[in-house]
């Protein structure tokens, strides 16, 4: 007796597979793309924001050595107030320039801020800041929240504040004299000098 011969695939068998591995790869360029969008630069990375042209958001915080400073007592005096850590290299790299600037301020004028961002070694800060000759001020940021207030989300980052106590100009990443004189122009302050450094 002759067995009949078993049935011959069906074009609908490949698809039937396919069909299994597409929600899957849906699922999977979806999650590429969302996360090229979210990690992508804008187009403004490093300067702007949301906050720029805005009433500074006010702050009330203390130095490691425990002098108290606040946003409204610096109020009718540009301020440049820089976001940074001693583990960061980009500021590494832009504290010269901080230290050339604060050096051209006088106590009535321009007042420059450090603001440490999640330090976790307050020594090395301190070493940092010697190292580089920084003698402005620079705040403990207990839990972030004026760093959060500020809308920061990385370092360093820089935010130009007018004698009005309105956010003028935000700069993203490590400063360059360029970048400086920029955010400096936006707050009525005089550009430093290469030659300051």
């Known amino acids: 007796m002759n067995e009949p011969p078993p049935p011959s695939p069906t074009p609908a068998a490949p698809r ?6 597409l929600p899957p ?6 999650v590429a793309l969302l996360g090229y969008a979210l990690l992508k ?13 805005r009433e500074a958001p006010a702050f009330a915080l203390t130095t490691p050595e425990g002098q108290n400073v ?14 940074w850590a ?13 230290n050339a600037l604060n050096a051209q301020a006088r106590p009535d004028g321009l007042a420059v801020v450090g603001v440490l961002f999640q330090e ?6 301190k070493r940092f800041a010697q190292q580089y000759g920084l003698n402005y001020p620079h705040l403990l940021d207990p ?10 989300s990385g370092i360093p980052e820089t935010v130009f504040i007018d004698p009005q106590g309105v956010i003028r100009h935000i700069d993203r990443g490590g400063l360059d004299l360029a970048r400086l004189n920029a955010g400096l122009g936006t707050i009525g ?9």
């Open 16 to 21: 039937a597979g396919l069909r299994r591995y």
């Open 25 to 30: 790869l849906f699922a999977a360029s979806l």
């Open 41 to 53: 630069p804008a187009s403004d990375t490093t300067t702007g924001g949301v906050l720029v042209g």
């Open 70 to 83: 606040t946003l409204a007592a610096l109020r009718g005096r540009p301020v440049v107030l820089n976001f």
């Open 86 to 98: 001693s583990w960061c290299d980009p500021c590494r790299e832009e504290a010269p320039l901080f």
């Open 120 to 125: 976790p070694k307050l020594d090395a800060a």
């Open 143 to 152: 839990r972030a929240a004026t760093a959060i207030d500020y809308g920061v």
């Open 189 to 197: 302050v005089p550009a430093l000098k290469e030659g300051a450094l």
